[in-house]
């Protein structure tokens, strides 16, 4: 049976903000989790034109996610099972992603985002959709929390140096400006009898908390991206790919990297 659910995000930044922030944030944690044996690979990034989602940005990825993997999914499926193949169109204020497994060649994940700016009050136009609103000041603590990393800045008490945003109390949603809400719908199918149900609960669960880490890596961080622009954001993406390659040349792992002191020092602040 095919999961479907919406999960909005609001966020205390702009859409112009959130572009930069999101992006400062995806290459940041790909660093962080990315290691000899696991982790993320990027295989292609290239600008892209779509008759449905116009212009923007295409990137082609390998997840290697076998210490992420349940224990009852571990148990029973080999390692390429727990290897995935992403590709994402991002024409902001648009993007989707679909994600597939080589292993299970019937599943497919899509993600399905449009930012607003908006507290996350537009209309849900689709009767069958579930709507969860996540709230990037509470942390989670499932397993798919540790699993997929914790951020521990507790935003009560958090404040920003360069913007003096923060804290977030309760209700904060409907007094912050700017606010933008990433509305973003999950789609998954896993086809398989006696654990295909399973599985895909286990996946929404897995996008949820991935969500409320990265977008709460998002504002926990915004004295580091914050005055960035996509172009640089660009570049040092292209720089880390460039290094990789060096790296793989010479036989050691291919990582991502991040400078985040270089990245504020460059005219940013």
């Known amino acids: 049976m095919v999961q479907l659910k919406e999960f909005r995000i609001v966020m205390p930044m702009s859409l112009e903000e ?8 995806v290459m940041k944690m790909q660093q962080q989790n990315t290691t000899s044996t696991e982790g993320v690979d990027a ?7 779509d008759g449905l989602l116009g212009t923007g940005h295409y990137t082609s990825k390998v997840y290697r996610l076998q210490s992420k993997a349940p224990a009852w999914l571990a148990a029973f499926a080999p390692t390429d099972a727990l290897i995935l193949q992403e590709e994402a169109w991002n024409a902001y204020p ?6 597939k497994c080589p292993y299970f060649t019937k599943f497919s994940l899509t ?8 507290n996350g009050k537009s209309n849900n136009q689709l009767a069958a959709r579930q709507v969860e609103l996540v709230d990037i000041a509470t942390a989670a603590t499932d397993y798919w929390s540790y699993a997929v990393g914790s951020n521990n800045v507790d935003f009560s008490e958090f404040r920003s140096a360069r913007t003096g945003r923060g804290p977030l109390f309760e209700g904060w949603q409907e007094k912050c400006s700017p606010v933008m809400t990433a509305y973003k719908l999950v789609t998954v199918d896993a086809p398989y009898w006696g654990f295909g149900y399973r599985l895909e609960l286990a996946l929404l669960a897995g996008e949820r908390a991935l969500f409320l880490e990265s977008h709460r890596n998002c504002f926990a961080w915004i004295d580091e991206w914050f005055g960035m622009h996509m172009e640089q954001i660009r570049e040092f993406e292209q ?5 990789s390659s060096l790296d793989e040349n010479a036989g050691s792992p291919v990582q991502f ?9 460059a005219g940013l602040s």
Not at 43 to 49: A, G, N
Not at 94 to 99: D, E, G, H, L, P
């Open 257 to 265: 990297r991040y400078r985040p002191r270089e990245m504020l020092s």
């Open 111 to 118: 993600i399905e985002t449009i930012h607003k700016a908006d």
């Open 239 to 243: 720089e880390s790919e460039s290094e």
């Open 94 to 99: 648009r993007c989707k992603t679909v994600i």
């Open 18 to 25: 959130y572009q930069v922030a999101q992006a400062f944030m």
């Open 43 to 49: 295989l292609e990034s290239r600008p892209f034109q």
